[in-house]
């Protein structure tokens, strides 16, 4: 019997896997196929109880998909070496940056390049999707009581 390697995205111990639910692809043996699951995005955003605390519910290549509510305003800050997807499910947001504001509705996207300094506003709460490489930190090269580690959910 074989087995495929398995890196978790987190790269954590498996006690802190379990203890946030987040479980490996299973590798079925006999067709080389790794489980494939989909997922509920109105589900995941149920479990998000909290502001501005992206949530991992997945991992593709390097990046990961985050989903987080926001509501009032974050801090400006850059990305030194990643750049960012804001894909707005519920509600609307606006990203600031220094020369524009940005307006977002649900179905609506925008890539932030990395080194662009930038803030986010929900005059109401907001649902978003985040695609971002796994290196990214919420509050880029700021650091403050609003910098937090994503959570599988």
């Known amino acids: 019997m074989w087995a495929l390697p398995y890196t978790s995205p987190l790269a954590t111990t498996s006690n802190q896997r379990l203890a946030t ?15 494939i699951k989909k997922v509920n995005l109105a589900q ?17 290549n390097d990046a990961y998909v985050k989903l987080v509510k926001l509501k009032g305003e974050f801090v400006w800050h850059h990305h030194e070496k990643e750049d960012e997807l ?3 499910i519920k509600g609307k947001l606006t990203i600031k940056l220094r020369s524009q504001d940005i307006h ?3 179905g609506e996207f925008v890539i932030i390049p990395r080194g662009v300094e930038h803030c986010s506003v929900a005059a109401e709460e907001v649902h978003v999707l985040l695609i971002e490489p796994q290196s990214t930190l919420n509050t880029g090269n700021v650091r403050n009581e609003r910098t937090v580690d994503s959570d599988w959910i």
């Not at 639910?21 to 489980?35: A, F, Y």
């Open 21 to 35: 639910n987040h479980q490996p692809p299973v590798l079925h043996s006999n067709t080389m196929e790794t489980e």
């Open 44 to 60: 995941k955003f149920g479990l998000v109880q909290d502001y501005w605390h992206p949530r991992i519910t997945g991992a593709l």
């Open 86 to 88: 804001f894909l707005v």
């Open 104 to 106: 977002l509705e649900a």
